[in-house]
């Protein structure tokens, strides 16, 4: 399959006992599509295509912003305006003259997504949205395709991969997510896209030359900003997790939910010394503005949970309710037998 001048070409990466000539073909015959071509999208699509994946479809309807250029660094000052999708395809096929690359300057939605989706081995998501998400997810799953999934904010990184040999899918670790902060709202450094989206595209390049260990039943957490890598486990059974019913001497509400600031007053009135109350934000947002509590960026919270105590009420919260969800979760998960509880930062 592969010519002289693509063996050349790939003769490092053949080299590896692990691709191989094999894998390097395995590649060729891939056709993989990308949701976004952003800041995730931009690096994920250079890697592909300097690997050799031999077919890539680029889905994404915005045009390019100043603001972009930070951290999207497949495009430049002369790209301002111009269609993300078909910006990155002509500068892709520069890159690489041995693929094939198709973009569609559309934004994915119900009406189209089947079509788009079904054509594809392998899709990647690096759209900065949870209706797309969950938009892409769905389809990946009715048309039994593996997903491979990215999210930035600020300095922190997520990786995983769903629906992948019977792996558990998105909804399967974000059952009930709702919209919180994005980039333009909350801000990202720059190169945070690229080392998450270095990460996902490692993850396509195993899945498609089936070697080593995918993230399948498996979130990274990566934080750019005290460079602490977490990778936290989940399964199918983590959307529909039982629930045990409190104690009657404890407030009568569920083991995992989310409170308001009346609710989180009331619970404090009525059980002032049973309150263990943890801003999962980073260092830097809890010193300039937090509601009081300790501190553990969402990133540490694995290796704190043996401090927790077990006789109070652990209350996370953050900005938006979003890392604060997920902490608690990630309580839920790792056996801790106690009451927990997730908030925005009212």
Not at 170 to 199: H, K, W
Not at 307 to 325: A, E, L, N
């Amino acid at each position: 399959m592969l010519e002289p001048q693509e063996r050349k070409r790939y003769s490092r990466q053949i080299l590896l006992p692990e691709v191989g000539l094999l894998g390097q073909e395995k590649l060729k015959a891939a056709k993989v599509l990308v949701i976004g071509a952003g800041g995730l999208g931009c690096p994920v699509l250079q890697y592909l295509a300097a690997a050799g994946v031999g077919h890539i479809g680029i889905v994404d309807d915005d045009t390019v912003d100043v603001t972009n250029l930070h951290r999207q660094i497949l495009y430049n000052h002369n790209d301002i305006g111009k269609n993300k999708a078909v910006t990155a395809a002509e500068k892709l096929s520069l890159l690489n003259p041995f693929i094939s690359i198709v973009p569609y300057p559309i934004r994915l939605s119900e009406s189209n997504a089947s079509e788009i989706i079904s054509a594809y081995d392998l899709v990647i998501d690096g759209s900065d949205n949870f209706p797309t998400r969950y938009l892409v997810s769905d389809f990946c799953v009715t048309l039994n395709k593996p997903l491979v999934f990215g999210s930035i904010l600020r300095f922190e990184g997520q990786v995983s991969v769903f629906n992948y040999n019977g792996g558990p899918d998105y909804r399967s670790l974000f059952p009930d997510a709702e919209e919180g902060d994005n980039c333009a709202e909350a801000g990202v450094i720059g190169i945070l896209p690229g080392i998450v989206g270095t990460y996902m595209t490692n993850e396509a390049i195993k899945i498609i030359c089936e070697i080593g260990e995918t993230l399948s039943g498996k979130l990274m957490v990566i934080n750019a900003l005290t460079n602490a890598t977490s990778v936290f486990q989940f399964s199918h059974a983590t959307a529909v997790a039982p629930k045990p019913e409190l104690k009657k001497e404890q407030p009568a509400v569920q083991e995992l939910e989310e409170i308001s600031y009346e609710e989180f007053e009331n619970i404090q009135q009525t059980f002032p010394e049973q309150i263990h109350l943890i801003d999962v934000r980073e260092d830097n947002e809890f010193e300039a503005d937090n509601f009081g509590g300790i501190n553990i960026p969402l990133s540490e919270i694995p290796e704190s949970i043996a401090t927790f105590p077990k006789d109070k009420i652990i209350v996370f919260y953050c900005q938006s309710g979003k890392r604060s969800m997920q902490a608690a979760k990630l309580l839920l998960q790792s056996g801790f037998n106690g009451r927990s509880f997730w908030a925005q930062h009212w």
